[in-house]
């Protein structure tokens, strides 16, 4: 079954860029969609298609996709983007979510 | 603006079958989107589970289709779950939400809530 890869944490400081990846074999060829969840929250869909943004969603979160690799990329990140985010890609009929990556924002 | 709201038993005994319904409003299921239920174990991440459109074609998790079936309820505006011979690994809390880019590029626009559903005798 095809598996998505996520590094299980990343810290940036306040007004920096993070970058969180998500590994899949040939995942360039892919859409790959990301979403954040906040504790005790559902899951908000932040970027899809592999770079567009969603309505109301800040310029700050951009997506790429090529190879291997999508990157969740946040600029300028701020404390209320610390949470878990999941990238999520559709293989052989099945949606699939990467194992999620907590940013930590310090 | 769509919502989407999830109902059912907290409490699923060993071996039964857990079912849970979600109420759409602020679109009609019938008139498109594909529609769809995600777990996620506590302290754990998201499983996709399945999804189905209003005509009743569906997608399952290969990992769980034997135990899983998800309908339509197009004249309530609700669809449903049901998750076969439960365990205690099957301990989480379900979402349901709205998939949109069904085939090429599936995606979850708007989600529930979510509803913990507990296994335990």
């Known amino acids: 079954s095809y598996e998505l890869t996520q590094p299980p944490s990343v810290s940036v400081s306040p007004g920096q860029t993070a970058s969180i990846t998500c590994s899949g074999d040939k995942l360039g060829d892919k859409y790959a969609c990301w979403y954040h969840q906040k504790p005790g929250q559902s899951p908000v869909l932040v970027i899809y298609q592999n770079t567009k943004r969603p309505s109301g969603i800040p310029e700050r979160f951009s997506g790429s996709n090529s190879g291997n690799t999508a990157t969740l990329t946040i600029s300028g990140t701020q404390a209320m983007d610390e949470a878990v985010y999941y990238c999520?890609?559709?293989?052989?009929?099945?949606?699939?979510f990467g194992g999620g990556t907590k940013l930590t924002v310090l | 603006q769509v919502q989407l709201q999830e109902s059912g038993p907290g409490l699923v005994k060993p071996s039964e079958t857990l079912s849970l319904t979600c109420t759409v409003s602020g679109y009609s299921i019938s008139s498109g989107y594909y529609w769809g239920w995600i777990r996620q174990p506590p302290g754990k991440g998201l499983e996709w589970i399945g999804s189905l459109y209003h005509s009743g074609t569906t997608y399952y998790n290969p990992s769980l289709k034997s135990r899983v079936s998800i309908s339509v309820h197009t004249s309530k505006n609700q669809f449903s779950l049901k998750l076969s011979s439960v365990t205690a690994a099957d301990t989480a809390v379900f979402f349901c939400a709205r998939g949109q880019g069904w085939v090429t590029a599936p995606t979850f626009d708007y989600w529930g809530q979510g509803a913990l559903v507990t296994v335990s005798s």
């Open positions: 999520q890609a559709w293989d052989s009929s099945t949606v699939v």
